[in-house]
């Protein structure tokens, strides 16, 4: 069974395969991370860190999210959608992260860390299922000039 072609229904649903790994990868790390944190660092440090593994999260979700819908219409879309999106995505990263570092709130070194961790876990994952998944094949078109 082939994937739905852009513009078809399931399109975008098609095109976001890869997520099941890395979400339950990152939903592990909180769960044992979330506990540590506020075992070594309080309430705060559990806040956090989960505020932490959540920004890395919802990060790389828009990120899919954006690419899969660029592909789903008209995949000559994907790399000027998915440029954008970084760049918007790391603009408003840097300015909210400013303005918590200006807060002085403690949490912030907690978060830092399980950016850092989360980064790690979701890559990690996202590279495991790269790697065990079957790579796509092509049919050599005669027609192309």
């Given at each position: 069974m082939t994937?739905?072609?852009?513009?078809?229904?399931g399109a975008?649903?098609?095109?976001?395969?890869?997520?099941?790994?890395?979400?339950?990868?990152?939903a592990a790390?909180?769960?044992?991370?979330?506990?540590?944190?506020?075992?070594?660092?309080?309430?705060?440090?559990?806040?956090?860190f989960a505020a932490g593994v959540a920004l890395v999260i919802v990060s790389y979700l828009i990120s899919s999210l954006s690419v899969a819908w660029a592909?789903?219409?008209?995949?000559?879309?994907?790399?000027?959608?998915g440029l954008v999106t970084y760049a918007t995505k790391?603009?408003?990263?840097?300015?909210?992260?400013?303005?918590?570092?200006?807060?002085g709130w403690p949490g912030l070194p907690d978060m830092g860390v399980a950016i850092?961790?989360?980064?790690?876990?979701?890559?990690?994952?996202h590279l495991t299922w790269a790697m065990r998944s079957p790579l796509p094949t092509f049919k050599a078109r005669d027609d192309i000039e």
């Open positions: 994937a739905p072609r852009a513009g078809e229904p975008i649903r098609a095109r976001l395969t890869h997520l099941r790994l890395p979400l339950l990868a990152c790390l909180a769960v044992v991370g979330v506990p540590v944190a506020a075992l070594l660092r309080g309430p705060t440090g559990a806040a956090g592909d789903a219409v008209h995949p000559r879309m994907i790399m000027s959608v790391i603009v408003i990263l840097g300015v909210v992260m400013a303005a918590v570092a200006a807060t850092i961790a989360a980064v790690v876990v979701w890559t990690g994952a």
